[in-house]
């Protein structure tokens, strides 16, 4: 197997952990987010009612609502906090992020090697153009001209181009 491909599938499988590790993350953030959004409906269905009845007696029907409230909102945004807030990276992930950039790094010289070497092939191809040019120049010049001279009697010799002999020429009776 030759190089580059052996970078292009150590790049895919980079690619593919990293594609895990994000796909895992962001299913727990959507699985905490749900669970949290359960809990806060359920605690404020259950907790509220009871939280109500205690402070009811205290502080009056319109003063109670407005505590459990504030309650709930605390502990729904304390609960999507944790679902949003984003962990620090582990070790596998950091790993493979390394490995991307590496392999990323190392395709870029060989494509850069690769441009470079074509460059240098068309360069060889116009030096040797320019020198069969210049030779072929050189020697078939004057035999250029012999093969006209040559072609140009062909033309005139040939019995398409000959002009008629009298003898060739219908009698007329």
């Known amino acids: 197997m030759n190089e580059p491909m052996q970078k292009l599938r150590i790049a895919a499988r980079a690619e593919a952990a990293l ?5 895992r993350r962001a299913v727990r953030s959507a699985v905490l987010g749900a669970v949290a959004m359960v809990f806060a409906l359920l605690a404020v269905s259950a907790l509220n ?19 459990v409230g504030a309650g709930d909102l605390a502990i ?8 949003l807030v984003r962990q620090t990276d582990t070790q596998a992930e950091a790993l ?9 790094a190392s395709l870029a010289r060989d494509v850069e090697d690769a441009r470079k070497e074509l460059r240098g092939f068309i360069r ?13 120049g050189t020697f078939l010049g004057p035999l250029g001209a012999v093969f006209d001279l040559f ?9 398409k181009h000959r002009e008629p002999a009298p003898e060739d020429a219908p009698s007329e009776p």
């Open 151 to 159: 072609a140009d009697l062909d033309k005139r010799g040939s019995p």
């Open 96 to 104: 493979a992020q390394e490995i991307r950039t590496m392999s990323y």
């Open 124 to 136: 060889d191809v116009r030096t040797l153009r320019s020198t069969i040019a210049n030779v072929t």
């Open 76 to 83: 729904a945004g304390a609960l999507l906090y944790l679902a």
């Open 49 to 67: 009612f009871g939280a109500f009845l205690a402070l009811e007696s205290r502080w009056g029907a319109i003063w109670a609502g407005v505590g």
């Open 19 to 23: 594609l895990s590790i994000h796909g």
